[in-house]
């Protein structure tokens, strides 16, 4: 298996989002897919303490409790990989010294582990000065609560001061990053950021990896899908003209809300599937199935 950056962290190459375990997947279905991913030889797990929190009724921390409970009923602690992250949860935002604590101890306690493997800043705090919360992740891993830290949803000079930070007081190293990254979502992570992590070797394990499964081909053409709320629904055509205006800078309105024209207006053939997206090059509004 892959080492992870510069940690002693041999991970599978997929990581198991955790995300909506307890949300969209019931304890039972939860079981199930990491029973079937623990069975192909996966060892890395990925949630946070804010997982499920918006939804009705949850307060965050329900997808660390199925994982702990499924981690004591298969007597697998020791093969996996948990990754976990702080920072986001109602009631326990931002990066102060007590919040991270206090997280660090709720999430122990969910999973029912004694040490969190990888734990995530789950966003950057501007109002939380950087060395501030370091000295805090720092404390816990010397305490040997945690193994590694790491960030999320950093940006390149927000990350590189906090690396430049670590070095300089001797603190645990934020030895990954997790942004927001895949085929259609590019620019947040491609440039400074990027070479930053390359530079500093540190990690990179993007989230939404398959664009929350577009890139999967299940969106169709002609296909119906509904999103979050009873009013979201579009068909394929909708959605990838969605993807294609946001990913073109030059043809962004600047001062004027106005909808996409479509890459397929006036064409008589069928609209491409999913699957034929380019894998290199920019997405743009001038996609058409008659090139």
């Not at 989002?17 to 991913?37: K, M, P, Q």
């Not at 009923?73 to 020791?78: F, M, N, T, Y």
């Not at 996996?80 to 326990?92: E, N, Q, S, Y």
């Amino acid at each position: 298996m892959p080492r992870l950056g510069r940690t002693d962290l041999d991970i599978f190459p997929l990581c198991l989002g955790g995300n909506v375990f307890g949300w969209t997947a019931d304890e039972r279905e939860s079981f199930a897919i990491l029973d079937a991913y623990a069975a192909a030889g996966g060892n890395f797990i990925d949630t946070a303490d804010s997982y499920s929190a918006w939804v009705r009724g949850h307060v965050g921390g329900e997808s660390e409790t199925i994982i702990g409970r499924w981690l004591a009923a298969r007597g697998l602690r020791h093969k996996m990989i948990i990754a976990t992250k702080v920072g986001r949860c109602p009631g326990r935002l931002g990066l102060a010294a007590d919040n991270i604590r206090a997280g660090a101890e709720a999430s122990l306690k969910r999973l029912g582990v004694d040490r969190i493997d990888l734990y995530y800043a789950h966003a950057d705090d501007p109002a939380t000065p950087i060395e501030h919360s370091l000295r805090e992740f720092d404390a816990l891993v010397r305490e040997g609560k945690l193994r590694y830290v790491a960030a999320s949803n950093y940006t390149a000079p927000r990350l590189a001061e906090a690396l430049a930070i670590s070095g300089r007081e001797n603190l645990s190293r934020y030895v990954a990053l997790q942004p927001h990254y895949n085929l259609v979502v590019r620019d947040e992570y491609e440039g400074p950021l990027a070479d930053l992590c390359a530079r500093e070797d540190v990690a990179c394990l993007p989230y939404f990896a398959l664009a929350k499964g577009f890139l999967t081909g299940k969106y169709r053409p002609g296909r119906r899908f509904r999103a979050h709320g009873p009013k979201a629904r579009w068909s394929i055509s909708t959605l990838m003209e969605s993807v294609c205006w946001s990913n073109s800078p030059k043809s962004r309105p600047r001062t004027t809300r106005q909808s996409p024209p479509s890459p397929w207006r006036g064409c008589s053939r069928n609209r491409p599937s999913p699957r034929r997206l380019p894998v290199r090059g920019r997405l743009s509004n001038s996609m058409s199935c008659c090139r």
